[in-house]
């Protein structure tokens, strides 16, 4: 398959990577489980093996992700904390010291503070949207760490001028652009130098698959590498199909959960049970006008909170019927969850208000059904919520 270089994000998400047609071979790339690789008997050529992240299943991930972030190579990994925490080994010795938004994932954000902090490297969480960045980086600053949008206010930052600090101090920006796939964002057309994803998510988009990604320059990624071989969260064979098999859709189906925000947002603004959403493509929402210039969609990710605080959420959730309660996002099917019972469970009911999440808030993964039906589910629950 030869693309044009200048094919489009739905051209690419489908063949980028391809190999040649040839009669009579397969169209669908075959499944290699095959963990190991028949050598050159004179010890030259590359070493083939699963470990390694260079099985056919594996560079096909890579090489269509690659051509989706506009990035010169792509390392796939088994979860997205497999990819996150092999980014920052990559970029990071004791000694030193990261600057991270106080927005980033839950997980990441243990990873910080409770496992690299082991080996000696210390974290400092800056507000997204203050000057703090700059203020916050050391002599030994080497990586900052961005997320947008961000979890689970959809808060979207420009990564440029924290790009520029970084580049200013000689560290790296390696941002988590998870929620916005790599049709809405690509991060490292706006100065970063890693971009990452939980493939879990939006990539994989069929809620079957766990798997991450890191995208950058061949000279970042090469470090990438070389932790993931020795670390060895590889991407396996099967799952790396599944995911190639789910991104040659992913174009299709972003605009679909973009859509589905669009109307949910629009619904949910105008009910009388909901006190507040939070959706960057709103005119009410404070980024919204970032949002614009940033995003190529505004997605399917959305808050909102329900005038009746915590008990209304109870009811709400229990009677969803379409809609199903469970962790996770950008999958097809429409998921709900509270960040009370998640993402933030470790505060208490006042800090997490005081961080803008009042119980009664509810994170909305869209899925890709028809927003008519998500809008009647989400009608009824309200109405049994009272
Ligand atoms: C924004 C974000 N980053 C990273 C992760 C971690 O990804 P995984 O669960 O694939 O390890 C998640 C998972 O929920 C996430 O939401």
Known sequence: MTLRPDAGPSTRAVHAGEPPARVGEPVVNPIVLSSTFFSEPDGTGEVRYARYGNAPNQIAVETRVAALEGAEDAVALGSGMGAMVCALLANLQAGDHVVATDAIYGGTRTLLSRELSRLGIETTYVDYFSADWQSAVRPETRVLLGETPSNPLLRVADPRPIADAAHAAGAVLIVDATFASPINLRPLEH?????????????????????????????????????????????????????????????????????????????????????????????????????????????????????????????????????????????????VSEPRYTSHAAMTPEQRAANGLPDGFIRLSLGIEDAADIIADLDQALAAAG
């Open 191 to 335: 100065g970063a130098d890693l971009v990452m994803h939980s493939a879990t998510k939006y990539l994989g988009g069929h809620s079957d698959v766990t798997g991450g990604i890191i995208a950058g320059s061949r000279e970042r990624t090469e470090g990438v590498r070389a932790r993931a071989r020795v670390w060895g969260p590889m991407l396996d064979g099967h799952a790396a199909w599944l995911l190639e098999r789910g991104m040659k859709t992913l174009a299709v189906r972003m605009e679909r959960h973009n859509r589905n925000g669009g109307e949910v947002a629009a619904w949910a603004e105008a009910h009388p049970g909901i006190a507040r959403v939070h959706y960057p493509g709103l005119a009410s929402h404070p980024d919204h006008e970032t949002a614009r210039r940033l995003l190529d969609g505004f997605g399917g990710m959305l808050g909102i909170e329900l005038r009746g605080g915590g008990p209304a959420a109870a009811h709400f959730v229990a009677a969803l019927r379409l809609a199903s309660l469970a962790p996770s996002l950008g999958g097809v099917e429409t998921l």
